[in-house]
């Protein structure tokens, strides 16, 4: 996972000038573009819907399975990194002759997902060969779908951005007493629902994410005692100053970056780090989620 991080600085640029050469899908209506996929790749699909300003849609596949007349001539971008996941095959057949056009994001071209569908975005980035909680996977996936609603921004900050956000998590204080609740807005939302997705899988550790509207509507009450926000609106930045003042160990994430794409990279490495770090510190060796064998088996069970 630590070399997956590192390695982003180099790969993350290349493939971004790759997608910056491919016209295919270049000036497609947002309003015409549905995105979709599983775990990261949801996350991915999400931050594509808001970058688009809500005109493109971010559905769950199973749900568009359940209602697959909304992809009438729609645009339907399915991210999975292995191009294996079964609802999204089952999707991208369901919509066969409704969608305008199906477009798998996937690193296997020759996946059972890239020849069921119309087209096939190649998701570039070294893998270490073994499985390991998505980082490049993830950041690869990000840019893919970002590319589809603007231009990509140039990447050459990336080491120092990946430098400070080692260092961000070296210094933090963060300890997960209660578990993590990690809450934004907008692009922080899906960064919010990557962050807990990596506690899951890196940590073992119980983590949860949330709109930060919806946080003091109810789940305030159940909250313990550590709270994220991957975000810089205005309306984060109030929940952060009175979550914090009330005694709640509070810590906003906050990008200098203007353009959104970099904020949301630059995030994504403290986010990643964040991980990272915490696992050094509780001694790990691996993923949390590679040593339980027997959930490991149940999760491919249900997702293949």
Request: aromatic share 8%.
């Amino acid at each position: 996972m630590e070399q997956e991080i590192h390695n982003q600085v180099e790969d993350l640029p290349a493939f971004a000038r790759e997608l910056g050469k491919d016209d295919r899908f270049r000036n497609l209506d947002p309003s015409g573009i549905i995105f979709t996929g599983s775990g990261d790749s949801f996350a991915s699909s999400l931050l594509a819907h808001y970058l688009s300003q809500m005109q493109a849609v971010a559905a769950d596949p199973y749900e568009l399975q359940l209602h697959a007349k909304v992809s009438k001539n729609k645009t339907l971008f399915i991210t999975s990194v292995s191009g294996k996941t079964r609802t999204n095959i089952q999707l991208a057949k369901r919509v066969r002759g409704l969608a305008k056009k199906r477009v798998a994001i996937t690193a296997n071209p020759e996946s059972p997902l890239a020849k069921e569908c119309d087209d096939v975005i190649q998701l570039r980035y070294r893998s270490p060969g073994i499985l390991t909680s998505g980082t490049a996977s993830f950041s690869a996936s990000l840019l893919a779908v970002a590319s589809l609603i603007r231009r990509l921004p140039k990447l050459d900050s990336l080491p120092i951005m990946e430098r400070q956000a080692a260092g961000w998590a070296r210094r933090s204080r963060v300890h997960p007493r209660g578990g993590f609740l990690f809450v934004g807005s907008g692009t922080g939302y899906s960064l919010a629902m990557y962050a807990a997705f990596k506690i899951h899988e890196v940590l073992g550790l119980s983590a949860q994410f949330q709109h930060t509207e919806q946080l003091g509507h109810s789940q305030l009450f159940s909250l313990q005692d550590l709270f994220l926000a991957p975000s810089s609106d205005k309306k984060t930045s109030e929940v952060f100053r009175v979550l914090s003042k009330n005694g709640f160990h509070a810590y906003l994430l906050k990008s200098d970056r203007r353009d959104p794409i970099l904020a949301t990279l630059q995030l994504m490495f403290c986010l990643q780090h964040l991980a990272l770090n915490l696992g050094r510190k509780m001694g790990l060796q691996e993923c949390a989620f590679l040593t339980d064998r027997k959930r490991l088996a149940l999760s491919s069970r249900l997702i293949y």
